[in-house]
């Protein structure tokens, strides 16, 4: 069950730090704008073991099994996260790690937003969990996955299971979108260095002056939805567009830049003709401690807070609902 996702970092000039991603999946996953309070409780489909969590969580989520799954989301610190699909690439361990808290990849986000503020802590802690190979995940397979972490100070931390454990390493691109691993798309940006996004001038062949025809600097960039060329389109993208001054401004240039990676339904077809296409695009602002998300049947950006009264009086999980359908704003009501 193959899935291609995109995701990024990205500032405001006035400081606001975000983290952003497509859900491009063929499974339908449902997911929603989810809190889990803090001391939420959730149990390994490894081993049945139940944790908690120290802290609250806002993301987008849905209930699979026992548990609220989050595939993406950010902490009450700012620590944000997000998972995207690593086939033929992620290794996890075989065996469990006693006195470890030992989970399926799917589950590894509820450990590593609910006990850490910070990829700071993160990276102290990490010693303290394993991902298990297992078939006991929610779809009775544990699925590949890599994640990208995101902090309150902007700092971008990938984290790719490749069976020397669980280690961060630095995104300094501010990418990910699936396999190959991180290292190889950053190397392979070497080759998109002719990408610009002024025009190229003129030249003359022989006696022939050539001149552009149009907007040419980009044409060298990749059209595809490969990993490899949304990739190298975020990256190129993410660079050249202009700063926002707000987060407000923020949220707006951030989804222009996932609609260049946004897939279509019907466009990418597997196999066994399902079509894996963008579920939702989600905007994670750390600062402000906000969500903003984009169902791919309603256009509409729905946004929640993580507010202190839903911290401090929020007890059980909360979903909140989005409308499945378009919503148009009727200018003849005006």
């Excluded at 989301?73 to 065996?95: K, T």
């Excluded at 990849?105 to 993160?122: H, P, R, T």
Aim: charged share 20%; with cysteine; hydrophobic share 35%.
């Amino acid at each position: 069950m193959t899935t291609m996702c995109t995701s990024l970092s990205f500032s405001a000039l006035d400081g606001s730090k975000f983290l952003a991603r497509t859900m491009d999946f063929a499974f339908e996953l449902h997911g929603a704008p989810t809190f889990l309070p803090e001391e939420y409780q959730w149990t390994s489909s490894f081993d049945e073991e139940v944790y908690s969590t120290k802290y609250a969580i806002m993301g987008t989520g849905a209930k699979f099994g026992k548990n609220y799954m989050i595939a993406d989301g950010f902490n009450e610190y700012g620590l944000s996260a997000a998972e995207l699909y690593f086939a033929n690439a992620a290794e996890y361990d075989q065996e469990p790690t006693d006195g470890a808290v030992n989970v399926v990849a799917e589950e590894f986000l509820l450990w590593a937003l609910g006990n850490n503020k910070s990829i700071e802590d993160l990276n102290n802690n990490l010693k303290d969990v394993r991902i298990i190979e297992s078939a006991k995940g929610v779809m009775g397979v544990n699925q590949p996955l890599h994640f990208i972490f995101s902090d309150a100070t902007g700092a971008t931390y990938v984290l790719e299971p490749q069976g020397n454990g669980l280690v961060l390493q630095e995104d300094k691109v501010g990418v990910m979108t699936n396999t190959p691993d991180y290292n190889w798309h950053k190397t392979n940006l070497a080759n998109y260095l002719g990408a610009q996004p002024t025009n190229f001038a003129g030249k003359t062949f022989g006696e022939e002056e050539v001149i552009p025809l149009g907007q040419n600097g980009t044409f060298r960039l990749p059209g595809g939805y490969t990993a490899v060329d949304r990739f190298v389109r975020t990256a190129f993208i993410r660079e050249s567009v202009e700063k926002p001054e707000t987060a407000q401004q923020a949220v707006n240039m951030i989804l222009h830049v996932l609609d260049s990676v946004t897939i279509p339904r019907g466009v990418n077809i597997k196999d066994n003709g399902e079509s894996s296409y963008t579920q939702y695009q989600t905007v994670l602002d750390l600062t402000n401690k906000a969500m903003y998300f984009v169902p791919y049947g309603n256009r509409t950006i729905y946004s929640v807070a993580m507010t202190d009264d839903l911290i401090k009086n929020q007890s059980e999980p909360k979903q909140f609902p989005v409308a499945a359908d378009q919503q148009f704003a009727n200018l003849n009501d005006k």
